[in-house]
């Protein structure tokens, strides 16, 4: 059973930075994984923001979120980040990290979905963004 627990959440300005960090208890200097982060705001369906494959470090990313969120992980710390930058009141939901077996290809789409897929999941951190 894999373990993640998300930090860093809270309240800012729109326009403003925040820093999630998602502790998973897999090795990621293992190839082979997956670990995404997804959100979800009451009412609606959970969607996917960004992920990061353990094969090579690729990241894949959320259209809405391109060039003002970064995906990171550090292998020391067993550790994935989200960097969220230019944060817009959009952006508020519960924010959740999720790690599994998966290939590039299907870690490619992680952005593109629901996370239906993934079999593990932390307690999930708020990020609230007022304009």
């Known amino acids: 059973q894999v373990r993640l627990a998300e930090s860093g959440g809270g309240s800012v300005q729109a326009g403003g930075s925040l820093k999630l960090s998602c502790s998973v208890s897999?090795?990621?200097?293992?190839?082979?994984?997956?670990i995404g982060w997804f959100r979800q705001t009451p009412g609606k369906e959970r969607e996917g923001v960004a992920a990061?494959?353990?094969?090579?470090?690729?990241?894949y990313y959320r259209d809405a979120v391109k060039g003002r969120f970064t995906i990171s992980q550090d292998n020391a710390r067993n550790t994935v980040y989200l960097q969220m930058d230019s944060l817009k009141p959009e952006d508020t939901a519960m924010y959740y990290c999720?790690?599994?077996?998966?290939?590039?290809?299907?870690?490619?789409?992680?952005?593109?979905?629901?996370?239906?897929?993934?079999?593990?999941w932390g307690q999930g951190t708020q990020v609230t963004v007022s304009s």
């Open positions: 897999i090795d990621l200097n293992s190839r082979g994984n997956c």
């Open positions: 999720a790690a599994d077996r998966k290939s590039l290809a299907l870690c490619a789409v992680v952005p593109s979905t629901s996370g239906s897929q993934f079999n593990n």
């Open positions: 990061i494959s353990t094969s090579g470090g690729v990241t």
